[in-house]
């Protein structure tokens, strides 16, 4: 909906139902009707850029659903993007149980690779009836577990997405990881749209069904609102030859081969500098991780390199800062895990200590909003699609820092263990379950060293970058001790729920 700061018939509509006015200009669409060059130009001529298309019928259908074999081409030859979707009846609750979920992804990955979707492209499972927040519990929750287990047995290629209520996608995004949400808002009855927001990933949201009359081929077709700025960007091509973080691996290889044609110093830490040299080499990242070597960094330059700011995760989807990843990685590389694992030191700082930190001042500064800090920790801390100082992506690069920096340490280098770590079966699989027993092992510990690196260190460097971090809020060590125990309580539960996806 355009924002016009006026409390028009499109506001109030929105307001009211969970479709809002169902009229308005979209950009997106879905239909069980394949795609042919007659209504592929029509919707392009009609200011349509993105179609959802099934990947399979369902057995017993006579809707005739799937796409079709060339579909595909017309879709693309059009300028349109598809987004997939995967719909095996899911209009019951017992449609719902892990083992279908897992056999469901399968079949959905299969079929995706049959028709060349590419490496890292969101699949649209889906839920379409009104489940209960019971259900979305007792059946919902363990199907989408075992889609993302499915996917993962395959290879982890694709990326689960969601379709359903906007409880539904709350529950699945927050619970399962869902990459991105597809919300049934045209279902304006359905109790899992009364009362509910969109979820924070929301990318299609599905307004209005209707039939095209007026071309020589009608067709049934649900109108969506597509976010299109922060959303899927859906699919453009199939059978690309990038492979997600293939890129990046190459990429960290031919600059580790650039740092040892450097002969000088370590060319592991060289690697990490350099790509953190532009945003974390300030005087207080100095004093954490000492300065960049500007002579690597210049002659890196003249060899042709320059800073790769991110790169798409080929487990979750979501993008890896690579800046931020390389300076944990490197005080990770700098500090082993303290002996200790209840203290904290600056390979922590520089990591999810840091993080920590900047998450307490935000919570602080919502505190009107959120007297309770486990629940600011539950709502905020590392959820998919919720803008936060401590975001999923963050966690995701706290996490693999520490996990990159292990097998380092071990003896592998850095083109090494990038490429292994990253690769379809590779560590980042189960990246919070290796970080949480790696530096924790138990909720406790992680209190413990949460309370550490907030309150009871008193090393120099650690106090002033505390001070930095926390700067304009009311301090941990002057908190009361219950409040600020609900907040550090909040964040070992969460790293902890974190594992329990991957288990």
Request: aromatic fraction near 14%.
């Amino acid at each position: 909906m355009e924002v016009n700061g006026r409390g028009d018939y499109q506001t109030w509509a929105q307001l009211l139902v969970s479709m809002g006015d169902p009229d308005r200009p979209v950009t997106g669409c879905d239909t069980r009707f394949e795609i042919t060059p007659t209504r592929a130009a029509w919707l392009a001529n009609n200011g349509y850029k993105a179609v959802g298309r099934y990947l399979n019928d369902p057995v017993g259908s006579t809707l005739d659903k799937d796409i079709k074999p060339g579909e595909l081409d017309v879709i693309f030859d059009a300028g349109l993007r598809v987004m997939p979707i995967f719909q095996e009846n899911a209009r019951l609750y017992e449609d719902f149980t892990y083992s279908a979920g897992y056999s469901h992804a399968t079949e959905a990955h299969d079929l995706a690779a049959s028709f060349g979707f590419n490496r890292g492209t969101v699949i649209y499972f889906a839920v379409d009836y009104d489940a209960t927040q019971q259900a979305i519990e007792s059946a919902i929750i363990p199907y989408f577990n075992g889609v993302r287990a499915g996917l993962l047995g395959r290879g982890g290629r694709y990326v689960h997405g969601v379709y359903g209520s906007r409880n539904v996608c709350i529950n699945v995004t927050e619970q399962c990881h869902a990459r991105y949400s597809f919300v049934s808002s045209m279902s304006w009855g359905f109790s899992g749209n009364l009362g509910f927001p969109l979820p924070a990933n929301w990318s299609f949201n599905q307004i209005k069904e209707w039939r095209v009359t007026d071309i020589d081929e009608p067709f049934d077709l649900d109108n969506n609102a597509w976010r299109e700025d922060d959303g899927d960007p859906g699919q453009s091509s199939v059978n690309s030859p990038t492979q997600v973080a293939e890129d990046f691996i190459q990429y960290i290889s031919d600059l580790y081969q650039c740092a040892q044609d450097y002969g000088q110093g370590d060319p592991n830490e060289l690697v990490m500098q350099f790509v953190r040299s532009e945003s974390y080499d300030g005087l207080h990242w100095q004093a954490l991780l000492g300065p960049v070597n500007q002579e690597f960094v210049n002659y890196a330059q003249d060899q042709g390199f320059n800073i790769v700011e991110e790169f798409t995760d080929p487990v979750t989807g979501f993008a890896v800062g690579t800046e931020h990843l390389m300076a944990s990685c490197n005080g990770a590389y700098r500090n082993d895990t303290p002996g200790n694992p209840q203290t904290t030191n600056a390979g922590d700082l520089t990591g999810w200590g840091g993080d920590l930190m900047t998450f307490y001042r935000e919570w602080r500064d919502r505190s009107s909003e959120y007297s309770s800090g486990h629940q600011f920790a539950i709502d905020n801390l590392a959820v998919p699609g919720v803008v936060s100082t401590f975001g999923y992506s963050d966690l995701i690069e706290d996490a693999d820092a520490y996990n990159l920096t292990q097998h380092i340490k071990s003896g592998n280098n850095i083109a090494n263990a990038f490429a292994r770590y990253y690769s379809s079966q590779g560590g980042s699989r189960q990246r919070f379950i290796d970080f949480f027993a790696g530096r924790f092992g138990t909720e406790a510990v992680a209190e413990d060293a949460a309370y550490h690196m907030l309150v009871t260190s008193s090393d120099l460097v650690h106090v002033a970058a505390r001070a930095y971090f926390i700067f304009g809020v009311v301090p941990p060590h002057l908190l009361p001790y219950d409040e600020l125990s609900s907040f550090i309580s909040g964040f070992a539960t969460v790293l902890k729920e974190r594992t329990l996806i991957e288990s």
